[in-house]
């Protein structure tokens, strides 16, 4: 089954594999390294220059991979952006565009293990440099403390440790497990032509399809809430808040979460940023942000150290206001609007319009933008409410100023 955007709106076709299974923490670091290790050399390609040379006789086409969790899914993404062929004045360029990404996966009779080790050094000088950013670090710190035991506590890019520890031998051998149990997904976008959809099938044969539950129900009784308190060479504290909101996509309260999420520290108008940041200058910056592939919300904050107990303090009366009082008119309207505007903006971006079209499709479930936006404008005040109700807040986690 492929899933196909027919559309004239874009001057390219992009064609994009997912490959999707569910996630294990040990094949983190092995699926995180494997987009870039594939793109060192191929069968038909013997190293990287002759690699991109291709790209540039494909009128510039452009490559891009990446590894990501959804849910409880861990899924390999590849596009391929090319000039609309019709465009280009070149009835082959797409069937050498399809061509070109099943060598890219498929052409691997062999490996070279200095490239695999080099490859793998440069991704665990990548993993160390995102530790150095310390925004991200702190995030995963609250992850790791609150979702302990949980795949969601679990570092999708793979540790430091896990990249060390992974063998040349091993790396084949779940080269080998990838390629005969990924299921495959195909998504096309653009103006795609039915010939174009019959090669496609062709040349990937094995591309499938099966919905599944993908959302990640793992979850734990809170108690009290866990506070903890790391140091670093930084100067300004990170506070970041995780809270447990057991609702999720599908949920009949989600959409009314979303726009909860939206009032409270989503946006410029938020709570929050009004509040928190403007009216106390309490914070550099402070949002929030609803998973509700996860069923979680959390907090995150650059803070003065100084400042740190009052910015606590404030946050908390504006979480208890939004659960206990009704929001006002204007700033569910304001909200609403916020959110329609992303989804229009959504629409412009083949990337965005095919995402999206893959999650429908776990989900079970295809409304149209204007049936969505239809619910977004259905929600009331009374709805945030109900949503506040399920809110609990689970963990506090400092990185702090070294004092």
């Known amino acids: 089954m492929i899933l196909i955007d027919q559309t ?46 291709k790209l540039e006789s494909l009128y510039g086409a452009s490559l891009t991979s990446n590894t990501n969790k959804t849910g409880i899914l861990s899924i390999i993404h590849v596009q391929l952006k090319l000039v609309n062929p019709t465009l280009a004045l070149d009835a082959s360029l797409f069937e050498e565009g399809l061509n070109f990404l099943k060598e890219y996966i498929y052409g691997h009779n062999t490996f070279n293990e200095k490239d695999f080790e080099l490859e793998k050094s440069l991704l665990i000088e990548e993993v160390v440099a ?89 979850t734990k009784a809170v108690n009290t809430v866990t506070e903890i308190v790391e140091h670093d060479k930084i100067s300004q504290t990170k506070l970041n808040i995780g809270y447990r909101l057991p609702i999720r996509q599908g949920d009949p309260k989600h959409v009314a979460a979303v726009l909860f999420n939206a009032a409270l520290g989503g946006y410029v108008h938020s709570r929050l940023f009004l509040n928190v940041r403007e009216k106390h200058s309490l914070c550099y910056y402070v949002s929030s942000v609803y998973d509700a592939y996860k069923g979680i919300m959390f907090i995150y904050s650059g803070v003065d150290a ?48 095919q995402n999206l079209m893959y999650i429908q499709m776990l989900l079970g479930k295809t409304p149209t933008l204007a ?21 609990l807040k689970d963990t506090v986690y400092l990185l702090d100023v070294e004092r």
């Not at 299974?21 to 002759?50: C, G, H, I, M």
């Not at 653009?190 to 399809?209: H, I, K, M």
């Not at 049936?371 to 809110?391: C, F």
């Open 8 to 53: 004239k709106k874009f001057k390219t076709v992009l064609i994009t594999l997912k490959f999707k299974r569910v996630a294990k923490v040990d094949e983190f670091a092995f699926r995180t390294l494997l987009p870039s290790v594939l793109r060192t050399k191929t069968n038909l390609y013997k190293n990287r220059q002759q690699f991109n040379e």
């Open 130 to 218: 995102k530790e150095n950013d310390k925004t991200r670090f702190a995030l995963t710190r609250l992850f790791e403390e609150m979702c302990a035991n949980e795949l969601y506590g679990a570092r999708v890019s793979g540790t430091k440790a896990q990249l060390e520890a992974l063998t040349f031998k091993q790396f084949k051998k779940m080269y080998k497990d990838f390629i005969q149990k990924d299921e495959l997904q195909i998504i096309l976008s653009g103006d795609v032509t039915p010939e174009n959809v019959a090669l496609t099938q062709r040349v990937f044969p094995n591309a499938s399809f099966s919905a599944m539950d993908f959302l990640d129900y793992e």
């Open 306 to 353: 100084k400042r740190l107990d009052l910015a606590k303090k404030v946050i908390d009366e504006e979480v208890k206001r939004m659960c206990t009082e009704r929001i006002s008119e204007k700033e569910l309207a304001l909200s609403k609007q916020a959110l329609i505007n992303d989804l229009k903006e959504s629409e412009d971006s083949q990337g965005a319009r």
């Open 371 to 391: 049936e969505r936006i239809e619910k977004i404008e259905q929600v009331t005040p009374d709805d945030l409410l109900e949503v506040g109700k399920l809110l």
